[in-house]
Every structure is written in C-alpha cells, then in structure tokens.
C-alpha cells in the first residue's frame, strides 16, 4: 500500500513551493523503485521522476529538471518530492507509485510499469 500526502493542503501561489510525501507499507521498500507522477485535468498520467531502490539514481522528466527534486528515507519507508518554482501548468494531481527494481541503477516513469500506486494528491497552483 502506498500513499501520497501534500503538504499544505496542496495549494501553493505560482513560483511557490510544495513538498510532497509518499509512504509505503506491505511490500520490501528497498527492492522497489519509486516514481512520481501526475495528471492534469483532461490529460494524460505522466512521469515526473523515478529513483532507483539499489544506488539512489535518479531520472526526470525533461521539463521538471531544476525545479522538481526527489528524495528519500529508507528508515521511513518514505519519499519525497519537493516542488519548486511552480507554475499554473503544474497543476494536477500527484501519483507516487512502485515497481520492482529488475536492473539495478534504473527505473522508469512508464504508467505501465509500476507494481503499486497511490492514490494520488491534488496540486493546485494560483496565478
């Protein structure tokens, strides 16, 4: 079970910050990456971020680069994910979700590969 809480409420003034948690429970955290993801209204699920279980590396989606900042406590079965510099384009609910780690250093923000998911947090952010 993961799930996936906002700081805050969730809502946040436009170049304004927001972390946000992941936690997981009922399954071996170590052996499993972690990725964010979000979905604006009327789009589809996209990959934010991922980080791999095994040596902490970590892959972002081109546009997130600089602004949004992943990390973690493995003694708190945790993840983060903190959001900077936010924009009325961010937008959108927040995913974190796990999958197995199969190939050590590397993970994926692929929807279709992930093994768990929360159920997601709502991000808003005012003009």
């Known amino acids: 079970l993961m799930s996936a809480a906002g700081v805050w409420g969730g809502l946040v003034q436009t170049g304004g910050s927001l972390r946000l948690s992941c936690a997981a429970s009922?399954?071996?955290?170590?052996?499993?990456?972690i990725g964010w993801f979000r979905q604006a209204p009327g789009k589809e699920r996209e990959g934010v971020v991922c980080i791999s279980s095994s040596d902490g590396s970590t892959y972002y989606a081109d546009s997130m680069k600089g602004r949004f900042t992943i990390s973690g406590d493995n003694a708190k079965n945790t993840v983060y994910l903190q959001l900077s510099n936010l924009t009325p384009e961010d937008t959108a609910v927040y995913y974190c979700?796990?999958?197995?780690?199969?190939?050590?250093?590397?993970?994926?923000?692929?929807?279709?590969?992930?093994?768990?998911w929360g159920k997601g947090t709502l991000v808003t952010v005012s003009s």
């Open positions: 009922g399954f071996t955290f170590g052996d499993y990456n």
């Open positions: 979700a796990a999958e197995r780690e199969i190939f050590p250093g590397h993970c994926t923000r692929s929807v279709y590969g992930m093994d768990f």
